[in-house]
Nanobody, 123 residues
Framework: QVQLVESGGGLVQGGGSLRLSCAAS????????MAWFRQAPGKEREFVAT????????YYGDSVKGRFTISRDNAKNTVYLQMNSLKPEDTAVYYC????????????????WGQGTQVTVSS
């Protein structure tokens, strides 16, 4: 079992930055691909970014490319999402997730989820 806890969300003005963290406990994250998803009210869960176990392969959703950066520190059992140039449309609950399926963009493939952290971007 893997327990994931997100932190770092909050309220920020458009154009600002936030850094989300996802800390894992229970098992090492070293063997898992990790991802961030987000869900806005009334919308489906959306893929944001994923990173393989070593950090050597990364994919981003089209809406965040060039603005967000996913990274991981396996020694700290933590995954990060640096979000720059934030827009009001980035407002959502952000979830981190872990999977044994390499670099999946599909929520269904992720076995472990955090509780989410709210990100609100004002215009």
């Amino acid at each position: 079992q893997v327990q994931l806890v997100e932190s770092g969300g909050g309220l920020v003005q458009g154009g600002g930055s936030l850094r989300l963290s996802c800390a894992a406990s229970g098992r090492t994250l070293r063997t898992y691909a990790m991802a961030w998803f987000r869900q806005a009210p009334g919308k489906e869960r959306e893929f944001v970014a994923t990173i393989n176990w070593s950090g050597g392969r990364i994919y981003y959703g089209d809406s965040v490319k060039g603005r967000f950066t996913i990274s991981r520190d396996n020694a700290k059992n933590t995954v990060y999402l640096q979000m720059n140039s934030l827009k009001p449309e980035d407002t959502a609950v952000y979830y981190c997730a872990a999977t044994s399926v390499p670099l999946s963009l599909t929520p269904h493939d992720y076995a472990y989820w955090g509780q989410g952290t709210q990100v609100t971007v004002s215009s």
